[in-house]
Nanobody, 117 residues
Framework: QVRVVESGGGLVQPGGSLRLSCAASGSISSIAVMGWYRQVPGKQREFVAN???????NYADSVKGRFAISRDNAKNTVYLQTDSLKPEDTAVYYC???????????WGQGTQVTVSS
């Protein structure tokens, strides 16, 4: 079992930045992928970025060049640095972890990011 807990959301003006954190606990050694999705009310959850255990990183086209995902293995934490934020980045951001070999997916409770002047 793995638990992930997000933090770091908030209200920011367009062009601003936020750093989201996702702390994992439990069976850390079983985690194969950690990443972020986001969701706006009435829409499907949208992939944002992930980082695979071997180091491969993936981003959605909509955030490339503005967001950066990283991890601190000593703290079992993944970060999402969000820069040059736009109003359309407003959403609840969810952290997730995929484990192996069972392929289970664990989700956090979400953290709200609001980009508004």
């Amino acid at each position: 079992q793995v638990r992930v807990v997000e933090s770091g959301g908030g209200l920011v003006q367009p062009g601003g930045s936020l750093r989201l954190s996702c702390a994992a606990s439990g069976s850390i050694s079983s985690i194969a992928v950690m990443g972020w999705y986001r969701q706006v009310p009435g829409k499907q959850r949208e992939f944002v970025a992930n980082i695979i255990s071997g180091g491969t990183i993936n981003y959605a086209d909509s955030v490339k060049g503005r967001f950066a995902i990283s991890r601190d293995n000593a703290k079992n934490t993944v970060y999402l640095q969000t820069d040059s934020l736009k109003p359309e980045d407003t959403a609840v951001y969810y952290c997730y972890a995929n484990t192996r070999p069972d392929g289970r997916q664990y989700w956090g409770q979400g953290t709200q990011v609001t980009v508004s002047s």
